[in-house]
């Protein structure tokens, strides 16, 4: 069974520029998330999609980060314009949630972006 | 803000040595989840608790839970270097919500 697609890998990037993160998640998995990941810390929450609804996206900094999760399947994440404090490693994993959860979590390998 | 909060920091030990990671949390949960994260590489699932349940064991790993305290903890017994990485607890809240912690850094010296 293959795993969570991300890409790029690596993503550098000058300050005001957009940039974009795309997803595959694990086939079948309806719940995807996409988390941001500073140095020495935890994933934090960006976005959480139930197929295509995005059920939960406080954390996203609305002004400049955007999301969709088309037929939902693949995923992409935005940001526009990128300030110098983007740079971070964007996460994106997936679960099959059938029921209460919340359930485990399957990862990508991340893209590490770093903002010039 | 973070709803788990890993104890200690950072851990040394020596091949062969258990090592015992700490998890407390501040609001109820639905379960708890550790992840581990070798460097350069993505987030791995390890192991779920259930709030009803109080010991789970998978293989080198034991988790307990303790809600009346509002902590987890992990351990590891006959710990190889292979084990080196970061592990996170995950707090899982209504809502379908998870939380992670800052992580506990652990380096397995050979």
């Known amino acids: 069974e293959a795993g969570v697609v991300q890409s790029p890998r690596y993503k550098i990037i000058e300050k005001k520029q957009p940039v974009a993160f795309w997803c595959n998640p694990i086939s079948g998995h309806n719940t995807l998330y996409w988390y941001l990941q500073n140095l020495g810390q935890g994933p934090e929450l960006l976005i959480r999609?139930?197929?295509?609804?995005?059920?939960?996206d406080s954390q996203l900094p609305k002004d400049r980060f955007s999301a969709e999760r088309l037929k939902g399947v693949d995923s992409t994440l935005k940001i526009q314009p990128a300030e110098l404090g983007d740079s971070a490693v964007y996460l994106c994993a997936s679960s099959l949630e059938r029921g209460p959860g919340p359930y485990e979590q399957y990862f990508g390998p991340g893209t590490r972006l770093t903002v010039t | 803000s973070q709803q788990g909060e890993e104890d200690p920091q950072a851990l040394s030990i020596q091949e062969g040595e258990n090592a015992t990671m700490n998890c407390s949390y501040k609001t109820s949960i639905n379960n708890l989840q550790w992840y581990r994260q070798n460097s350069g590489r993505g987030l791995v699932h390890l192991i779920l608790?259930?709030?009803?349940?109080r010991e789970k064991h998978s293989g080198r790993l034991r988790v307990t839970l303790d809600t009346s305290k509002k902590s987890s903890s992990l351990l590891i017994t006959a710990s190889r270097a292979a084990d080196t990485a970061s592990y996170f607890c995950a707090t899982g809240t209504s809502y379908d919500k998870v939380i992670f912690g800052p992580g506990t850094s652990l380096s397995v010296i050979p």
């Open positions: 999609y139930e197929n295509e609804e995005a059920v939960d």
């Open positions: 608790i259930r709030s009803n349940e």
